[in-house]
């Protein structure tokens, strides 16, 4: 379980989230709409630590993630992540670049880490680009290589922040079958995203995020499909 009270968090001056509170259960899906500037990608930073958060408390499994005494690196194997950019290493091939994070955050053998890589890429579709090397694959291809990393932690957890927003349309939704997948499968999952149509059939629940607020909650059919809080519906109309 992910347990967020009461979280605030600024850049300077800037207040970006302020006073957010949600509770993500085991095998949910959430995603997280709204506007530019609304919080929802730097709550994400800070449920996985890569953020400090100036008052509130976020717990994953328990475990306090700001607490001084929380090992992150440790925490952090629980919770994968993918970003906008995949970030790959050009210079290795998309094997190598999946099994790295096993050999060297997990102490994995190479053995153990390449069984692990070749059983995640070939689970998002890219079986067949083991030795290839990123800079050969779409952007499509490189975000599913991305997924695969960080599923190759063998994560409770998988946080998305807009992974289809740097795509060209024609290759989001490869990507997005990719995620549809993992929410099958029963994967926990907390996806920041502007597909909204992806958000109302994959998620168990959808946050709208408004001024650094959760503004509106309830199920897909309630948010997106009715909702009560005239800010989400001008939001809506907006990205249709």
Not at 161 to 178: F, I, K, M, Y
Not at 228 to 238: I, M, N, V, Y
Request: hydrophobic share 40%; aromatic share 4%.
């Amino acid at each position: 379980m992910i347990e967020i009270d009461n979280v605030h968090k600024s850049f300077g001056d800037l207040e970006v989230v302020k006073g957010v509170s949600l509770t993500v259960n085991k095998g949910e899906v959430v995603s997280i709409i709204g506007g530019s500037g609304s919080g929802k990608s730097t709550l994400l930073m800070c449920i996985n630590g890569l953020e400090p958060i100036q008052k509130g408390s976020i717990r994953v499994d328990g475990i306090e993630v700001h607490n001084r005494a929380t090992d992150l690196n440790r925490l952090r194997q629980k919770i994968g992540i993918v970003f906008q950019q995949w970030n790959a290493f050009p210079h290795l091939t998309v094997l190598e670049n999946v099994m790295l994070a096993p050999r060297k955050v997990l102490g994995k053998s190479r053995e153990e880490a390449e069984a692990l890589a070749i059983q995640q890429l070939t689970h998002v579709g890219l079986g067949d680009k083991f030795k290839t090397f990123p800079g050969k694959l779409s952007g499509g291809q490189q975000q599913r290589m991305a997924i695969a990393r960080a599923l190759a932690m063998s994560p409770d957890y998988m946080l998305f922040d807009e992974a289809t927003s740097a795509l060209d349309p024609q290759l989001v939704g490869e990507v997005l079958d990719t995620m549809r997948m993992l929410a099958e499968d029963g994967m926990t999952m907390v996806l920041v995203t502007h597909e909204i149509r992806f958000a109302r059939d994959v998620s168990d629940r959808v946050a709208f995020f408004r001024n650094g607020l959760v503004h509106e909650i309830g199920s897909p059919d309630q948010v997106i499909g009715n909702p009560q809080q005239p800010e989400t519906a001008a939001f809506l109309k907006s990205v249709k």
